[in-house]
């Protein structure tokens, strides 16, 4: 079992940069890959990015130029590093993951992290 835990939300005007973070509780060094998700308020969850093993990146194309998905597997943290910053970003931000292991892929999810943007 792996646990997920974002941090790194808040309130920040239009314009502005918030670096989110996923910290795992176990390796993510099997990771198959990393994903960031966002839900508006009334909206369905969005992909928002993604990192897989290769550290090949991609990303939703509303975010794709502002946003940038990396992975630190020493510290088993995935990142998302979000800039200019528009209220159309207002979200929770979830990270999830697709571990490899010995019963075959599994998949997890964090409980997210508040992100407004907001003057």
């Known amino acids: 079992q792996v646990k997920l835990v974002e941090s790194g939300g808040g309130l920040v005007q239009p314009g502005g940069s918030l670096r989110l973070s996923c910290a795992a509780s176990?390796?993510?060094?099997?990771?198959?890959?990393m994903d960031w998700y966002r839900q508006a308020p009334g909206n369905s969850r969005e992909f928002v990015a993604r990192i897989n093993s290769a550290g090949t990146t991609n990303y939703e194309a509303s975010v794709k130029d502002r946003f940038t998905v990396s992975r630190d597997n020493a510290q088993n943290t995935v990142y998302l590093q979000m800039d200019s910053l528009t209220p159309d970003d207002t979200a929770v931000y979830s990270c999830?993951?697709?571990?490899?292991?010995?019963?075959?892929?599994?998949?997890?999810w964090g409980q997210g992290t508040e992100v407004t943007v907001s003057s």
């Open positions: 999830h993951i697709l571990l490899q292991t010995q019963l075959g892929p599994r998949a997890y």
């Open positions: 176990g390796s993510i060094a099997s990771a198959i890959f």
